[in-house]
Nanobody, 126 residues
Framework: QVHLVESGGGSVQSGGSLRLSCIAS?????????????MGWFRQAPGKEREGVAT???????SYAASVKGRFTISQDTTQKTMFLLMNGLGLEDTGMYYC???????????????WGQGTQVTVAS
């Protein structure tokens, strides 16, 4: 079965950077005309609803939430089945629990996530 494990979270000062990693054990990639596997990062701040942060599919096509675009970079190493999220210029609003997820996209439609990690905490302080 697929298991996702995040790491790299921690406490950082405002303006600093963090690099999160997500290892997808047992994950099988798919890349054809119909199905594309995809992965993404989500976060949930205290008292707020979970929100999508960034996504990437097997071909490397990415998308970002407007709030992080230009500051965060999502990437992957398919040989290691690992996804990364480089977060630069962190602010207090970026504080939250960050989760990685994996799933698939039907004919390039939004990713349908089937697997989730347990999260890694990111705390930004002044």
């Amino acid at each position: 079965q697929v298991h996702l494990v995040e790491s790299g979270g921690g406490s950082v000062q405002s303006g600093g950077s963090l690099r999160l990693s997500c290892i997808a054990s047992g994950y099988t990639y798919s890349n054809n005309l119909v199905w594309r596997t995809c992965m993404g990062w989500f976060r949930q701040a205290p008292g707020k609803e979970r929100e999508g942060v960034a996504t990437i599919d097997i071909r490397g096509v990415t998308s970002y939430a407007a709030s992080v675009k230009g500051r965060f970079t999502i990437s992957q190493d398919t040989t290691q089945k690992t996804m990364f999220l480089l977060m630069n210029g962190l602010g207090l609003e970026d504080t939250g629990m960050y989760y990685c997820a994996a799933g698939r996209s039907f004919r390039s439609q939004p990713c349908e996530y089937d697997y989730w990690g347990q999260g890694t905490q990111v705390t930004v302080a002044s």
